[in-house]
């Protein structure tokens, strides 16, 4: 049934005086964006934070009226408005559901970047929640060199087995609450110091070529946390008969930057990687593979980014073309499948994967095919889990009401394992199951994949 459409707050400041400058205005192309909307409602079950408050302002067509309010001067940005705004996880949900194709996200990132970039001093540029973790995720975890640094002590304290006494001691809890809920995604175990992955890879000794060249691209926190995944997914590439290279150029993709509201450093590392990849003289690739929802979603959005950038619009639109997740590549070869797992699964649908790059059908055509794995369906599947970029260290509460969410419908399922494609869900999923003890693994559909091509780490 439909819902009745939003009014604007009562809540808000008297509307600003029409001589005054606003610099919270939206273009006339993002404004479009707010005009298709037509307060049906189908949005509604599909937004996280209505589905958890059953708040208007909390939902895709309430925050459209107050960013349309915002953008025509007729409300202020007030600190209730702005949490309203900073609540949403721009999971994309809505955008599925929508019948009339409003492009939400860049109603939310465009208003976002409005208020980061006002004047200072302003009411619209009052600092958000969560300054600590956002300037830790900006400035420490897009730098995979910095993020080694940082977790060198975590995992030298791991490797002496001294790590989870801390945690258990509650020492851990003396942290400011955004840095303790950093550490609880650090996982368990890892290397000291992942290496860097090979610049180039060819097709493996037997495999039946390609005839493809790929341009793979790790992400930040993927190099970092999830070096042993993207070597993985590597050698999978390799025994299909692909060839791999892995610009030593690139740069972060720029999601976190789009998401809060910081398009202009989100535009410069589009071009860094345009590039790297595309180099106007040197060799190219035929597709530009990641295996990360978050980065994936972002990179194949440089043409929306770069569309105004007359050096660089035909080279994004180009760029985007070629993108792929890597479940898209893997679906159309032959996988050299050997070993059975003999175990049961739930794909767990990655905001990023499902709704910004409309990728279903493909992770689970992937996971049929493993011979022994039985995947069984997981209920709300493409219902954000929380994770959301930095969303889960800035609004831990929401985050972790979302995750609990997902861990329960998962525990109805009876499955073993948890398969997600991307970074942010697995750490943060994977914390809050350590939190309430609930033993559940997981892992990524490549993880799956590689052990029913080359065996168990530890088979003789």
């Known amino acids: 049934m439909n819902q009745p459409p939003p009014t604007i707050p009562t809540e808000t400041a008297p509307p600003a005086s029409s001589t005054t400058a606003n610099p919270l205005k939206?273009?006339?192309?993002?404004?479009?964006?707010?005009?298709?909307?037509?307060?049906?409602?189908?949005?509604?079950?599909?937004?996280?934070?209505?589905?958890?408050?059953?708040?208007?302002?909390?939902?895709?067509?309430?925050?459209?009226?107050?960013?349309?309010?915002?953008?025509?001067?007729?409300?202020?940005?007030?600190?209730?408005?702005?949490?309203?705004?900073?609540?949403?996880?721009?999971?994309?949900?809505?955008?599925?559901?929508?019948?009339?194709?409003?492009?939400?996200?860049?109603?939310?990132?465009?208003?976002?970047?409005?208020?980061?970039?006002?004047?200072?001093?302003?009411?619209?540029?009052?600092?958000?929640?969560?300054?600590?973790?956002?300037?830790?995720?900006?400035?420490?975890?897009?730098?995979?060199?910095?993020?080694?640094?940082?977790?060198?002590?975590?995992?030298?304290?791991?490797?002496?087995?001294?790590?989870?006494?801390?945690?258990?001691?509650?020492?851990?809890?003396?942290?400011?609450?955004?840095?303790?809920?950093?550490?609880?995604?650090?996982?368990?175990?890892?290397?000291?110091?992942?290496?860097?992955?090979?610049?180039?890879?060819?097709?493996?000794?037997?495999?039946?070529?390609?005839?493809?060249?790929?341009?793979?691209?790790?992400?930040?926190?993927?190099?970092?946390?999830?070096?042993?995944?993207?070597?993985?997914?590597?050698?999978?590439?390799?025994?299909?008969?692909?060839?791999?290279?892995?610009?030593?150029?690139?740069?972060?993709?720029?999601?976190?930057?789009?998401?809060?509201?910081?398009?202009?450093?989100?535009?410069?590392?589009?071009?860094?990687?345009?590039?790297?990849?595309?180099?106007k003289d040197g060799p190219q690739v035929g597709l530009i593979v990641s295996q990360i929802a978050g980065c994936g979603s972002t990179l194949r959005e440089y043409t929306e980014l770069l569309r105004e950038d007359p050096q660089y619009a035909e080279r994004a639109a180009e760029f985007t073309r070629r993108c792929r997740d890597i479940s898209e590549v893997l679906v159309n070869l032959p996988i050299p499948f050997k070993y059975p797992l003999n175990t049961v699964a739930a794909y767990h649908d990655a905001c990023h994967l499902a709704h910004a790059q409309k990728i279903t059908a493909q992770p689970r055509q992937l996971l049929a095919k493993i011979p022994g794995l039985k995947l069984v369906p997981l209920p709300e599947s493409d219902l954000c889990c929380g994770a959301a970029g930095t969303y889960n260290l800035t609004h831990p509460k929401m985050a972790a009401s979302l995750a609990n969410r997902k861990l329960d419908n998962l525990a109805a399922t009876g499955a073993e394992i948890c398969v997600a494609g991307n970074v942010g869900c697995a750490l943060h999923l994977a914390a809050q199951a350590r939190a309430r003890g609930q033993n559940v693994q997981l892992l990524h559909p490549v993880q799956l994949l590689f052990k029913s091509v080359f065996g168990p780490a530890d088979r003789p």
């Open 26 to 279: 939206l273009s006339p192309h993002v404004y479009d964006r707010a005009l298709a909307c037509v307060h049906c409602g189908l949005c509604l079950p599909a937004c996280p934070t209505y589905v958890q408050t059953g708040h208007e302002a909390e939902s895709p067509r309430g925050r459209i009226q107050l960013i349309r309010g915002l953008s025509d001067s007729l409300i202020q940005p007030t600190a209730s408005v702005r949490d309203h705004l900073d609540n949403c996880l721009d999971c994309r949900g809505c955008e599925s559901a929508c019948p009339s194709g409003v492009v939400y996200h860049e109603l939310i990132e465009n208003i976002r970047d409005r208020m980061s970039n006002a004047p200072p001093g302003s009411q619209a540029a009052a600092a958000p929640r969560g300054r600590v973790a956002k300037f830790f995720a900006m400035h420490v975890l897009i730098h995979p060199l910095r993020a080694k640094i940082a977790m060198l002590p975590a995992r030298l304290l791991q490797k002496i087995g001294l790590y989870n006494w801390l945690r258990n001691s509650k020492l851990m809890n003396l942290l400011p609450a955004s840095l303790r809920a950093m550490e609880r995604m650090l996982p368990g175990s890892g290397p000291l110091w992942p290496g860097a992955l090979p610049e180039s890879t060819p097709p493996a000794a037997g495999s039946t070529p390609a005839n493809l060249t790929i341009g793979f691209f790790p992400g930040c926190i993927g190099s970092v946390l999830f070096a042993d995944v993207n070597r993985q997914a590597i050698e999978l590439l390799s025994a299909c008969g692909v060839t791999v290279r892995v610009p030593l150029k690139q740069s972060c993709c720029g999601a976190l930057h789009q998401h809060g509201g910081q398009l202009d450093v989100a535009r410069r590392l589009a071009r860094e990687n345009i590039d790297a990849f595309l180099p």
